[in-house]
């Protein structure tokens, strides 16, 4: 053990010499800390923006003033994507869903207002955030920092003079390991307990549950991340012969894991699993509605089947006669059938999505790069997931206001009378704002057990390829 400290803090002292070195530390630390307080104003100001918005177009709605029932569920209202604390750390995809959507009846609209609409293509390489810095940049510095751990001890003799005196490979290995960590920790930690202090202060009011829990498996999940990337780099380090071999075959593997694997993983998704275009979709949307899922019942037939079981089931001869305004149960049958034909075809886009995250999934077992990016986003409250559990509940807010709207013009109007009936707030107020909350984080992660077990299984196998290389060292040089 004490060889092992012994070798740590030799490390840490030589890599503090280096300008090189602590000069990607504090450029690191600085970008860090900009994307952190960036991302903090940033989500101040677009959560003050969404709360006095919703505030607005809830008065709006409220103090619409009489009109009938179904007029009102066409006035409809909006609902608006809540900016989670965490969204701070890591933007997932938030540029890409938008940020509010248009409720009313008939019609399920598309969210509007994607940030990434409003920037130019370079956004594809993604936005400054502290997720960027720490899977992408940060893994450069410690190849910089860990390039030449052992190599420099092959080339100078001092490898074979610390054998010789009976220290263990081990002790080396993870000595050097233990000082790029503490390294890191001295690096980090300024950074992690402001995140975890932000969090904190504003979990109660974020939308976002178990913060806390969150908060910690972030940085459970990075730190996993950041030692594998030590470990790798230290164990190239070992098996080359020359530090320059080592900083390139590192940096061939930055390269690869970090900017080729998963760009070309999305494009394979893309091609393999390709999504029909907007008109297409909007297409069969309408088709389905005029004709029927099944292409061969219009609206006029289901109509009409509809008009016989209640005349049938009333035992009446007209719709008149009913004891309630079937206009209002006809709309409602209507709007029943649209919400059965976005579920299809919306289930069908989701499938499509589906089969592509999986393949993202089973490429993170390959690389712990996209198993961490998948996770973060996850845990952060903004990968497609959790926007499909935040889109699912707007369509539930939004049949339960068309809902209430027809069935209030069934019961309290008359058939024939459509402008003859106006509602008012007393009506409006039964239909409770809208408000989200994001599922658990156990809900979060239960999609990603593949990413999940992909970092176990490279700890697992990091320690085996380093006691098994601790093993088979033998100093070369010297």
Not at 6 to 24: G, N
Not at 289 to 296: A, R
Not at 360 to 371: C, L, Q, V
């Amino acid at each position: 053990m004490s060889a092992l400290l012994h070798i740590a803090k030799k490390e840490i002292r030589i890599a503090f010499r280096e300008r090189l070195i602590v000069f990607l530390g504090i450029i690191i630390m600085v970008l860090l800390g900009i994307s952190l307080f960036a991302g903090f104003v940033s989500y101040e100001q677009q959560k003050e923006i969404i709360t006095k918005t919703e505030n607005d177009k809830r008065q709006e709605w409220l103090n619409q003033g009489d009109k009938h029932p179904h007029i009102a569920a066409h006035y409809g209202t909006f609902a608006f994507k809540p900016k989670t604390v965490l969204s701070l750390f890591d933007f997932g995809l938030d540029a890409y869903t938008g940020t509010s959507v248009y409720l009313e009846a008939h019609n399920q609209h598309e969210f509007m207002f994607r940030p990434a609409q409003d920037h130019s293509s370079m956004i594809r390489f993604g936005e400054l955030s502290s997720s960027l810095v720490l899977q992408v940049l940060l893994p450069l510095l410690i190849i910089f920092l860990s390039f030449s751990s052992y190599t420099k001890e092959k080339e100078s003799g001092t490898l074979k003079l610390l054998m010789s005196q009976g220290v263990s490979a081990n002790a080396i290995t993870w000595g050097k390991i233990l000082a790029y960590c503490i390294i890191l920790l001295i690096m980090l930690m300024p950074f992690f307990v402001g995140l975890i202090l932000i969090a904190n202060a504003t979990a109660n009011n974020d939308s976002l549950p178990d913060v806390a829990s969150r908060t910690a498996l972030l940085i459970t999940i990075y730190a996993i991340y950041l030692f594998l990337v030590i470990t790798i780099a230290v164990w190239i380090s070992m098996k080359s012969l020359t530090g320059r071999n080592a900083l390139l075959t590192l940096l061939t593997f930055w390269t690869f894991f970090v900017i080729l694997m998963p760009k070309t993983v999305a494009n394979l998704s893309e091609s393999f699993y390709p999504l029909p275009s907007m008109r297409e979709f909007k297409a069969g949307i309408e088709e389905s509605k005029l004709n029927g899922l099944d292409g061969q019942t219009p609206r006029s037939v289901r109509m009409a089947e509809l008009e016989t079981e209640y005349l049938e089931k009333y035992k009446v001869d007209s719709l008149s006669q009913l004891p309630f305004n079937f206009e209002g149960v006809s709309m409602q049958a209507g709007e029943d059938y649209g919400n059965m034909v976005y579920d299809h075809h919306y289930e069908g886009i989701r499938a499509i999505f589906s089969k592509q995250n999986r393949l993202g999934s089973i490429a993170s077992i390959f690389n712990p790069f996209i198993a961490t990016q998948h996770l973060s986003m996850s845990l952060s409250g903004t990968d497609l997931h959790t926007f499909n559990h935040f889109e699912n509940e707007v369509e539930e807010y939004r049949r339960m206001l068309v809902r209430r709207m027809n069935n209030d013009m069934a019961e309290n109007s008359k058939y024939g009378e459509f402008y003859e009936y106006a509602a008012g707030e007393e009506l409006w107020e039964e239909i409770d704002g809208f408000y989200y909350t994001a599922p658990t984080f156990f809900f979060a992660l239960r999609p990603y057990y593949l990413e999940l077990l992909s970092l176990l299984a490279w700890v697992v196998f990091t320690i085996f390829l380093l006691k098994r290389s601790n093993k088979k060292l033998k100093p070369i040089h010297g």
